[in-house]
């Protein structure tokens, strides 16, 4: 059973980098043709897709955060990462990591990280 | 990008009726739509993939019908744990992008 668990700081400075880390189990993240992706909801709204690494590490990213995303694979710690810079209120919102199949749907989802920005 | 809206915002239903909840893109995606089931304070659980099939461990009680830009999420006898919040999703195109949510609350 695949199951994912975000972790990170739930508190960022504007104008600096959001880390967060997606812990996986029950599969391995370089397993072939698995990809991983993030989503975040904002408060009371609906839902955002931010970008998705595939097993080999590449990277395609929703280009309204283009500029400011990347994420990486922890192949050792079967994790993968997700760091926004430059970051304002407006990035506040709860982030979910998931798995996403075939690069079309997304399950299962880890539980969700609130990430408040604020000074 | 494709925008999806759902119609209606709110949807109130009796416990054992039927919900039919909707949602259009603005562009065509074929079959390649997603439904979403977010019960409070958890995070969205896979029902639909492919329009209209069901995923794992998902109740024969959710069906999904559509194609093109027409889509529906019908739930045929609401259960209590059937209140919760719907989203659409497409995977025609890039970036994939998601309805704003149905709620359905108990009438």
């Known amino acids: 059973q695949v199951q994912l668990q975000e972790s990170g700081p739930g508190l960022v400075k504007p104008s600096q980098t959001l880390s967060l880390t997606c812990t996986v189990s029950g599969v391995s993240i370089t397993s072939g043709g698995n990809f991983w992706s993030w989503i975040r909801q904002h408060p009371g709204r609906g839902l955002e897709w931010i970008g998705y690494i595939y097993y080999s590490g590449n990277t395609y990213y929703n280009p309204s955060l283009k500029s400011r995303v990347s994420i990486s694979l922890d192949t050792s710690t079967n994790r993968f990462s997700l760091k926004l810079t430059s970051v304002t209120a407006a990035d506040t919102a709860v982030y979910y990591c998931?798995?996403?199949?075939?690069?079309?749907?997304?399950?299962?989802w880890g539980q969700g990280t609130q990430v408040t920005v604020s000074s | 990008e494709i925008v999806m809206t759902q119609s209606p915002i709110t949807l109130s239903v009796s416990p054992g009726e039927r919900a039919t909840l909707s949602c259009r893109a603005s562009q065509s995606v074929n079959s390649n739509l997603a439904w979403y089931q977010q019960r409070p304070g958890q995070a969205p659980r896979l029902l639909i993939y492919?329009?209209?099939t069901r995923a794992t461990a998902i109740p024969a009680s959710f069906s999904g019908s559509g194609s093109g830009t027409e889509f529906t999420l019908t739930i045929s006898s609401l259960q209590s744990e059937d209140f919760a919040v719907y989203y659409c999703q497409q995977y025609n195109d890039w970036p994939r992008t998601f309805g704003q949510g149905t709620k359905v609350e108990i009438k």
């Open positions: 492919g329009a209209s």
């Open positions: 998931a798995k996403f199949d075939y690069s079309r749907w997304f399950g299962p």
